[in-house]
């Protein structure tokens, strides 16, 4: 499985008048492509912190103390702003918890749904055009020195041209299909309603079915019956002024037919058509279209294809081996200064020296024609340099931290020796540790030494051919994103299509409003809406549903996990309900004072869960059938200022024991997937079972579920 | 939670509640005993917030009655209006006719007329003056009690005796009716005053009552906050310094410091953490036996009024759809958006989840309301729909 993103040892705090607050504790997690992670907590637990800091949002006052979050290749804690732009709304989008403040409140729905996608429209469009021209750029560089004597520059334009015209006749094909599945469902509607005397707004609709009608006639699409539909839009506006209901649907069923007709047909091979179209100057075989992609992917192997696959293959081979070959200087390298790395005292100018010389061999092993890029490779130079940088500033500042704390110290001494408790404590003596950083800078490099010899280990069984296929697909997505422009009018037909999907009606009454005139659900899907809109990669939900009733909580949810199948979206979902992650979450990370305490897939967190934090959170809400007194948490999370030296949630905790309150807990492993971290795992803990409002729920639910399904047989 | 108090503590008849063309709340009818916690489900914007605020007065209802111990609280005006435009019409159409005798006619719809304004001028007079009634009753009361006292007790007694009178006099001539309906809000950190100290906050009704012995005042408020699981040094802090839990417990003590009957709790617990939710449903529920409450509980969280409730009222878009014990309801739900509302809930268990199939309730799609309109119908004893006649043989067979 594809890993999206990496949090590795994330540490927050905030400077606050009282102090600063621990936040986020160093907390790991992984995200799989396709996958849901549900963090739970209650408020204050650093949640929202967390996804925050992966969205590049923390507010004014954080302190990022350590850590990395590493998206695409990048560690998103360390690159410039620019760059996340890129990233933010458009790779990774997020829900916000409260929809009033996340909302502009005086500009209109409509703006604020089509305004980020014209924008961003644009934006994909320049960067897909430029990603485009750098890989072909790369590609033909090193084409040329693969074969110095074969022209491949035209080859590449050649194939930047033809790309153009595939795209442009897709995108008209494209355009018409939507539109004649669009007329087909909204016949469907309204066909329904008129029948049901329930239909509402009918005159705009019939309008809109007929333009939809009329933009559905297309090559490949509705084309011989193209006359019959168009003569049949021309009825449909005086069957309705005429008042004859039947006359209308006919005329509707009609025109339905034909679309559904056109919708079931095959398309034709639109990439393999652009080619022919480009270089061969005969006029399209008239074939059936199944015939004709059969033709046309042969005119396009013969005179290109196969050929072009070749070369790629070739050019991405030579340039793996290159890169390859540079891994094994790189190692030496590092292998040979990880020493100067060690030491107890490091040097300025020296350090940053040999840093330098060795970011430039690690660079010289990224390989240009690679798709997928390396992420431990990419932020070996950021990464390292941070922690450098944050040593040195250690260097300097700590001196005078540790004057501080000494004096410090002996007054709270001072206070103590008189009897009193201090209602403050003392700061912490170094404001950088050495050891971590030093650690940490170690840590990296030997990470990296290892990738290093995998990759060389299974150079021999990578596949050319399959990732020459690879490129051209890159380099297809790449052109199709330079020729979808998104217009006003499109925009504000995909908004419509958002808000009817999120569940509001009448969206285009909606589309004029200002947030104040929607209730709390409302908003919230109008939230909901606008995440979804720049299609994300990554969505990050904070708390979406808290706000809303049963009903619509669970058409958010049903919304969430359809949009997550259809476009593989990879979601972090944070809640403070665990009931309702049970059917969204593949894992679930529970959070509790800035750390995490129980790790695992939802079976095991659900039916094995092993943190008293977790069996508190799970029998402190009543179900349908729970009848006793509900066994609350008592009292309230600790004061982050402050943070309790051993486990947080020791003293709200009726298992806790002595060392709960001495040492932190580590995280614990029950099984492959599965982690807690509480001391009552140690194997010399007395054992403790799981509460029974729990045992007794997950029997209850499994015999609900055999009734359940011996009633189906 | 058997509750077999049938004394009948809170009427709403046929409530009604429009704002402009907006119908919030639409021919609305329920009781709800002594001693009995009301649960009312729906999804948001269905009106029954709506309904809650109704109840105390904070709006001026549109149509129907509401009574409170048998007293008329409120009552709206739309429908005596609406027999007089219709009376209006139809002797219209009567004098129009050939041969009719105008004269009679007219005396006729004057009658009508008549008894309708009076009508009108009944129901404004209780929607103002609603607790005149009460007052006479509560002084009568006081009056007595001291008047025995004042005969029995010697002179130096009597100043003492004779101040006290006075107080609670006054307190009586000023105890509204409506008082003793208290409501607790969804949101604890907005409905508390953030320039208030707890104490100002807890003891502003009692003030407001007329009471004036400012020690009796800080007793009661210390009374109360242990009651909800405060502390009385908590007495002299600001809301901001509490937990939204805590904030919640000194919006329940504001409530139940004014000794109340009967108690609107309109999503007490849905703006607070899961850990909280449970401390303050145990304490509401705790309340509840201790001081013999009656509760109005307003939710969209099923599980919860599930577990609180004795009866629950479904809600859609502004009228009552199903109403039934709670335990009838959720073993035989009749009503399709009844169903659709249970098949929402989410549970913990991760298995049945993923084979949970959502019920969707479209309205027109279920429903042949064209010619048969639907009224409430009791299928079973205590179990009512909202059906036509077609529905209700329906109903009937499902339950056999």
């Known amino acids: ?713 | 939670m058997e509750n077999n108090n049938s004394e009948v503590l809170l009427q709403i008849e046929d409530l009604c509640q429009y704002f402009g063309s907006t119908k919030a709340v639409n021919h609305v009818s329920f009781d709800v005993k002594k001693g009995e916690v009301f649960g009312l489900v729906g999804e948001s914007g269905c009106g029954k917030t709506t309904t809650g605020r109704s109840i105390i007065k904070l709006y001026n209802i549109t149509s129907g009655n509401i009574y409170f111990k048998g007293i008329r609280i409120g009552a709206g005006l739309m429908s005596y209006r609406l027999a007089i435009k219709k009376a209006r019409e139809e002797y219209k159409e009567k004098m129009a006719a050939p041969g009719a005798d105008k004269a009679v006619l007219k005396k006729e719809l004057n009658a009508i007329l008549a008894e309708q304004r009076k009508q009108i001028k009944l129901a404004k007079f209780d929607q103002k003056h609603c607790d005149h009634a009460y007052q006479e009753r509560q002084m009568a009361a006081v009056r007595e009690k001291y008047e025995k006292l004042l005969a029995e007790a010697n002179e130096s007694e009597k100043v003492d005796l004779k101040k006290k009178f006075k107080n609670e006099l006054r307190i009586a001539r000023k105890t509204r009716l409506v008082t003793k309906i208290q409501m607790i809000f969804q949101d604890p950190s907005a409905s508390l005053d953030p320039r208030l100290t707890v104490r100002e906050i807890i003891s502003e009704g009692l003030i407001i009552q007329g009471e004036k012995d400012k020690e009796a005042i800080n007793k009661k408020v210390d009374e109360m906050l242990e009651l909800v699981g405060l502390v009385r040094e908590h007495a002299g802090r600001y809301q901001h310094e509490f937990s939204g839990g805590q904030r919640q417990r000194i919006g329940i003590a504001r409530a139940v410091i004014m000794q109340p009957e009967v108690i609107i709790a309109d999503e007490p617990v849905s703006a607070l953490d899961v850990s909280i939710q449970a401390q303050v449903i145990n304490l509401l529920n705790d309340l509840r036996h201790e001081l013999g409450l009656t509760i109005l509980f307003i939710a969209h969280d099923l599980s919860v009024v599930k577990y609180f409730s004795d009866r629950i009222g479904v809600m859609y878009f502004g009228e009552m759809v199903e109403l039934a014990t709670s335990e009838e309801l959720f073993l035989n739900p009749l009503h399709p958006y009844t169903r659709s509302l249970l098949s929402a809930i989410p549970l913990p268990d991760p298995e049945y989840e993923k084979t949970r199939q959502r019920i969707i309730y479209n309205p027109l799609a279920e429903h042949d309301y064209s010619v048969d309109k639907p009224i409430m119908r009791e299928i079973k004893p205590g179990h009512f729909v909202k059906c036509n006649e077609a529905e209700y043989q329906k109903y009937l067979e499902i339950l056999k």
């Open chain 1, 1 to 713: 499985m594809n890993t999206k993103l990496y949090v590795r040892n994330l540490t927050i705090s905030f400077r606050t008048n009282e102090g600063k607050v621990q936040a986020v504790r160093g907390i790991n997690f992984e995200l799989n492509e396709g996958e849901t992670l549900a963090i739970v907590g209650e408020s204050g637990s650093g949640k929202s912190v967390t996804s925050k800091a992966i969205l590049g949002i923390l507010s004014g006052n954080s302190i990022i103390e350590g850590g990395e979050i590493i998206y695409d290749g990048k560690d998103l804690l360390k690159i410039p702003e620019e760059e996340f732009h890129k990233i933010r709304g458009d790779k990774i989008a997020m829900i916000f918890q409260d929809p009033m403040s996340s909302l502009n409140p005086i500009a209109r729905i409509g703006k604020q749904l089509t305004e980020a996608m014209i924008l961003k429209g644009k934006a994909r469009q320049k960067e897909s055009r430029l990603s485009f021209n750098a890989y072909l750029k790369n590609l033909s560089a090193e084409l040329n020195v693969v074969l110095p004597d074969v022209d491949t520059d035209t080859k590449c334009k050649n194939f930047d041209k033809f790309e153009y015209k595939h795209l442009d006749l897709e995108s008209a094909y494209n355009n018409a299909h939507d539109a004649a599945v669009e007329a087909v469902e909204e016949i469907g509607a309204l066909v329904f309603e008129l029948e049901k005397k329930a239909a509402t707004d009918v005159n705009y609709r019939l309008k809109r079915i007929r333009s939809l009608a009329k933009d559905s006639v297309q090559t490949y699409v509705v084309d011989k019956n193209s006359a019959e539909l168009l003569a049949l839009c021309e009825k449909i506006l005086p069957a309705y002024k005429s008042k004859n209901e039947q006359e209308l649907i006919n005329v509707l069923s009609s025109i339905k037919k034909i679309l559904a007709e056109a919708i079931d047909f095959v398309a034709p091979n639109f990439f393999a058509l652009g080619y022919y179209c480009t270089f061969s100057n005969e006029p399209i075989p008239e074939l059936d279209i199944p015939e004709l992609n059969k033709y046309l992917r042969k005119y396009l192997d013969e005179h290109f294809m196969l050929d072009f696959i070749e070369n790629v293959q070739n050019a991405v081979k030579s340039s793996a081996q290159r890169s390859v070959d540079n891994m094994a200087i790189a190692i030496q390298q590092l292998k040979e200064k990880r020493e100067c790395f060690a030491q107890s005292e490091l040097k300025k100018k020296e350090i940053f020296d040999t840093f330098a010389n060795l970011n430039a061999c690690v660079k010289a092993t990224i390989d240009p024609l690679a798709i997928s890029k390396d992420s431990l490779t990419y932020t070996f130079g950021t990464g390292v340099r941070s922690e450098l940088e944050s040593y040195f500033y250690g260097k300097k500042n700590n001196k005078r931290e540790e004057a501080k704390y000494e004096k410090q110290l002996a007054k709270h001494n001072a206070i103590k020796a008189k009897g009193k408790t201090p209602n403050w404590t003392v700061a912490a003596p170094s404001l950088v540790n050495f050891e971590l950083v030093q650690s940490n800078i170690l840590n990296q490099i030997d990470r990296l030494i290892r990738h290093y010899e995998e990759i060389i280990a299974n150079q021999a069984d990578r596949n050319y051919h399959e990732e020459a296929i690879a490129v051209i697909d890159y380099l297809k997505a790449c052109a199709s994103g330079v020729v979808q422009k998104v217009t006003y009018n499109k925009a504000k037909n995909k908004a419509l299509k958002l808000l009817e999907e999120v569940g509001i009606s009448e969206p285009r009454k909606r589309f004029k409003q200002y947030p104040f005139e929607f209730s709390g659900g409302m908003r919230q899907r109008i939230v909901i809406a606008i995440a979804l809109a720049a299609n994300p990669d990554i969505l990050i939900c904070d708390e979406p549903t808290t706000a809303l009733d049963v009903t619509i909580q669970s058409q958010i949810l049903e919304l969430i996990n359809k949009l997550k199948k259809e476009r593989n979206l990879t979601v972090i979902f944070i809640t403070h309900d665990l009931g309702v992650v049970a059917n969204m979450a593949d894992r679930i990370a529970v959070m509790y004072a800035g750390k995490i305490v129980e790790y695992g897939t939802s079976e095991d967190v659900f039916y094995h869960s092993a943190h008293p934090y977790t069996w508190a959170l799970l029998s402190s809400m009543p179900d349908l059938d729970t009848n006793e007194k509900l066994d609350a948490i008592p009292g309230t999370p600790p004061n982050m200022i402050y943070p309790p030296v051993g486990d947080a949630f020791a003293e709200r905790n009726k298992y806790a024991m002595k060392i709960d309150f001495e040492r932190q807990p580590p995280m614990f492993k029950i099984s492959d997937t599965h982690y807690a971290a509480t001391w009552l795992l140690h194997p010399n803990a007395p054992k403790i079972d799981t509460p029974k409002i729990i045992t007794d729920r997950i029997a209850r639910m499994k015999k609900m579920k055999e009734a359940q399904e011996n009633g189906k047989q």
